[in-house]
């Protein structure tokens, strides 16, 4: 399996890799790379995984409903904050998601 396919398949909801790829070169991660303990374990996935949760929170929020309820949408917000904590990034809800990271066009 390759470090795309894990984060992915970590996630759980149905992203393309076009949706995944930019958050691992942000990270520094090779997604062809072959995912192993070390990149497992590794600070740069899991703030892949905390980045993807935060996109899917955010995807959710602009789809105002979709399949997944508030109560998970705040579950899915907490992990990815406790990750960002743990490394000592901002939080969602922080000064950065103030700034539009998604340009919808009418």
Do not use: C, W
């Amino acid at each position: 399996m390759t470090t795309l396919e894990a984060l992915k398949h970590s996630v759980n909801y149905p992203l393309e890799d076009s949706q995944v790829e930019p958050i691992l070169v942000k990270r520094g991660l090779d997604g062809s790379a072959t995912f192993s303990t070390e990149i497992a374990n590794s600070a740069a996935y899991e703030l892949s995984y905390a980045d993807m949760l935060r996109f899917v929170v955010t995807m959710v929020n602009l789809q105002q409903g979709g399949s997944i309820t508030q109560a998970a949408v705040s579950a899915l917000a907490g992990t990815a904050n406790a990750i960002y904590r743990k490394h000592g990034e901002e939080l969602i809800g922080e000064m950065a998601d103030k700034q539009p990271t998604v340009t919808i066009l009418r």
